[in-house]
């Protein structure tokens, strides 16, 4: 059953439509994060589920009850955001149990639910200090325990980790991670940065342009990427311009890959497999494009035994986040770029081949 349903929902500022009739449907216990561009819709989205904004049409509905025009307070919904919104007049234990405190909760009980929370984001002993005197990721964590600490039914974050360095920024992934499983309450998370969307989420809902452009898991949106967008932003990508042939030749007929069927492409003079999933369908002579990610694709001086294969010339070799990114030419000029752990016995200007397994390059059209 879903905890949270957004039916057909449509919001206009007056200058333009910014969602555009999105349907979703959120289960309980789920954390799903809304994954896209600045300017997409995510925040609006997540605005319009807190009650702090109200659809131009369509409806909210939350634990089965239509809560379109009902306010903020009055929704089991709390939200955590980027700039933590803590006070500073009050300790991490005022902060945490401000909201209890305003619900008339008695001292006792508020002081153990408040020693809960501190036990479970890790900040025994911090009860005391003042926000100030918090690292970013302490504060944050503050924010959390105050905002769960209510037991909502649905947490929403808006892009929370945006303002930590990296390495806090990868450490708190795993630790919101395990705490929202060991709460069992629905978080929707807001970013733009895949790598969390992928490292946190039992689903990612893809946002351009006011839609959704996939929904899936995030085996899903990275194996499987419905579109050429969602194959560009999702990973480190190359999209191989391709012309659809035809259905396999008669020596491949009858070759399945998990009720996905074989196609032959062609690009630049070659022809080669691909695998396609039963909903697309093309036509021979369509355009296509091949996703091949950066780290499945092969380059060598020699060509594999496979006759699936293409000639390049290697242009450059560079360093990045500790791998080694090859970036080869095609004879029609596109590039495309290959990351690998060490060097290979090949130079810039060097002739090579470049070879991919046909079962792990999405097709999109």
């Known amino acids: 059953m879903s905890i949270l349903r957004l039916e057909e929902i449509y919001k206009d500022f007056g ?3 910014i969602l555009r009739g999105i349907t979703l449907d959120v289960p309980a216990g789920e954390f799903l994060t809304l994954l896209g561009p600045s300017g997409c819709g995510k925040t609006t989205t997540l605005r319009i589920i807190a009650g702090l904004e109200s659809p131009t049409s369509g409806r909210v509905l939350l634990g089965g009850q239509n809560v379109t025009h009902i306010p903020p307070e009055a929704r089991d919904v709390n939200t955590v955001f980027q700039n933590y919104a803590l006070f500073p007049h009050m300790n991490v234990a005022a ?11 008695e001292k006792r009980q508020m002081k153990k639910k408040v ?8 900040l025994e002993g911090f009860e005391k200090r003042s926000p100030d005197s918090l690292s970013g990721g302490q504060r944050q964590r503050v924010a959390i325990a105050r905002a ?4 909502p039914q649905i947490l929403l974050l808006d892009e929370p980790l ?14 919101l991670k395990a705490l929202q499983e060991s709460l069992g309450i629905t978080f929707i998370y807001i970013t733009h940065d895949q790598e969390e969307a992928l490292n946190m989420s039992d689903r990612v809902a893809l946002m351009r342009d006011g839609q959704f452009e996939q929904i899936g898991t995030p085996e899903e949106i990275y194996e499987h990427p419905a579109t050429r967008f969602a194959a560009a932003f999702i990973g480190q990508t190359n999209l191989l311009e391709c012309m659809v042939e035809g259905s396999a030749a008669l020596s491949l007929a ?3 890959y998990n009720g996905t069927s074989q196609e032959i492409l062609a690009s630049v003079g070659q022809s080669f497999p691909a695998v396609f999933p039963p909903e697309k369908k093309a036509r021979p002579g369509d355009p296509a494009a091949l996703c091949l990610r950066m780290e499945r694709l092969q380059i060598a001086k020699e060509a594999p035994v496979s006759q699936w294969h293409l000639p390049a010339t290697l242009v450059e070799y560079r360093f990045a986040n500790g791998s080694l990114r090859s970036t080869v030419e095609l004879s029609d000029g596109q590039r495309m770029t290959a990351v690998s752990q060490t060097r290979k016995d090949i130079e810039p200007g060097d002739s090579v081949f470049v070879w991919w397994n046909e079962k792990t390059a999405a097709v999109v059209l």
């Not at 020693?115 to 890790?122: A, K, N, T």
């Not at 945006?162 to 630790?175: I, K, N, P």
């Open 254 to 256: 009858g070759v399945k």
């Open 148 to 151: 769960v600490v209510l037991a």
């Open 115 to 122: 020693d809960e929370m501190l036990r479970l984001v890790q």
């Open 15 to 17: 200058n333009g439509e």
């Open 162 to 175: 945006g303002a930590l360095d990296l390495q806090l920024r990868r450490q708190m992934q795993t630790e």
């Open 95 to 105: 902060n945490i149990g401000y909201g209890l405190r305003i619900r008339g909760m």
